[in-house]
C-alpha cells in the first residue's frame, strides 16, 4: 500500500466512524434541543438536527427538493475527491490525509441524511463574544472544514515552490 493510500484510508477510517459514532451518541443521550455545558459561557453539546446544508442554507425548501440536491452535491463531492486521489504520486501523503478527512465528513453527513429524512444532527454549539452563537456543527463539518484549508494551504505552499524555482531558473539563464 502506497504512503497516500494509508494516509487516505487512515483518515478515513478516523473520520467517518467518529462521525457516526458521535451522532449516535448525541441523538440517544440528549433529547432534541438539549444543551449541555462542557464549559459554561463558551462550548456546549447540544442536539439539533439540520435539514439545511452550511449555516442552514435551503433548510426552508421542500424535501423532495432538498434531499435530492444534498445527496447529489455528495455523489459529486465524492467524485471529485477520488478523481484527485486517482492524480496523485504516490508518496503524496498530506494530500492523502486532507482527502481521506473530506471524505470521511461528506459520507458521514451523507448518512445522517440518509437515514434520518434529509437531517443532520448537529451537536458542538459555541457561543464566542457578545452573545455570539455559532451555528452548531458536527464533526463531519470539522473534518469537511480542517481538510479543505489543510489542502488549500498545501496548495498555496506549492504553488510558491513552484514560483520560487521557477524565478530562481529564470535569474540564473
Known sequence: MTPKSKAFLGAFLVAYPLDQISKAWIAHSLTYADRVPVIEGFFYLSHVRNPGASFGMFRDAPVEVRLPLFIGVALVAVWIIFS???????????????????????????????????EVVDFLHFRLWSGYQWPDFNFADSFIVVGVVLLMLQLLASEGE????????????
Open 84 to 118: 484527485f486521489y486517482r492524480q496523485l504520486a504516490p508518496g503524496d501523503r498530506m494530500t492523502g490525509l486532507t482527502l481521506g478527512m473530506i471524505l470521511g465528513g461528506a459520507l458521514g453527513n451523507l448518512t445522517d441524511r440518509a437515514l434520518r429524512g434529509g
Open 162 to 173: 513552484s514560483r520560487a524555482a521557477s524565478g530562481a531558473a529564470e535569474s540564473e539563464t
